[in-house]
């Protein structure tokens, strides 16, 4: 009997353990392994410092990387537009606490990534440790 109390609850451990981060079920946007650190004492970066501000980061994901303070954490977002495949269009832009695809005007919002359309935009994990993030996939 005391096997088997052991065992099931070694079963139980096991299948509730989960990564703790996003899930990609997008089928727009590739997955694109990546870790960069962001230094939020360089002046380019200072506003993340502050609740509701967001900066642009190219050369990572897919279109760059949309970053948001939202008061209590970050966000980090794929700035490519995650109902769209992947094509000339400028990445997404940031317009306050929402970012824009240049492609069909479809606004999402920075503190969710959710919009109007089937897919969020894709999100990152971040780890915040002092004024460095580290965001990651």
Same mark, same amino acid.
């Given at each position: 009997?005391?096997?088997?109390?052991?065992?099931?609850? !070694?079963?139980?451990?096991?299948?509730?353990?989960?990564?703790?981060?996003?899930?990609?079920?997008?089928?727009?946007?590739?997955?694109? $392994?990546? $870790? %960069?650190?962001?230094?939020?004492?360089?002046?380019?970066? #200072?506003?993340?410092?502050?609740?509701?501000?967001?900066?642009?980061?190219?050369?990572?994901?897919?279109?760059?990387?949309?970053?948001?303070?939202?008061?209590?954490?970050?966000?980090?977002?794929?700035?490519?537009?995650?109902?769209?495949?992947?094509? $000339?269009? #400028?990445?997404?832009?940031?317009?306050?606490?929402?970012?824009?695809? #240049?492609?069909?005007?479809?606004?999402?919002?920075?503190?969710?990534?959710?919009? #109007? !359309?089937?897919?969020?935009?894709?999100?990152?994990? %971040?780890?915040?440790?002092?004024? %460095?993030?580290?965001?990651?996939?």
């Amino acid at each position: 009997m005391k096997k088997s109390v052991w065992i099931f609850i !070694l079963f139980s451990a096991f299948i509730s353990c989960s990564d703790n981060g996003p899930v990609n079920t997008n089928p727009f946007i590739p997955n694109y $392994t990546f $870790t %960069v650190d962001i230094n939020m004492n360089l002046p380019s970066y #200072s506003k993340l410092l502050y609740p509701s501000n967001a900066v642009y980061y190219a050369g990572k994901g897919v279109k760059g990387l949309i970053i948001f303070n939202t008061g209590s954490g970050y966000n980090a977002f794929d700035a490519a537009c995650p109902n769209q495949t992947p094509s $000339t269009c #400028s990445p997404m832009t940031i317009d306050g606490i929402d970012a824009v695809c #240049s492609c069909d005007n479809k606004t999402y919002s920075l503190f969710s990534g959710q919009g #109007s !359309l089937q897919y969020p935009m894709k999100q990152y994990r %971040v780890e915040v440790n002092g004024n %460095v993030l580290r965001i990651y996939n």
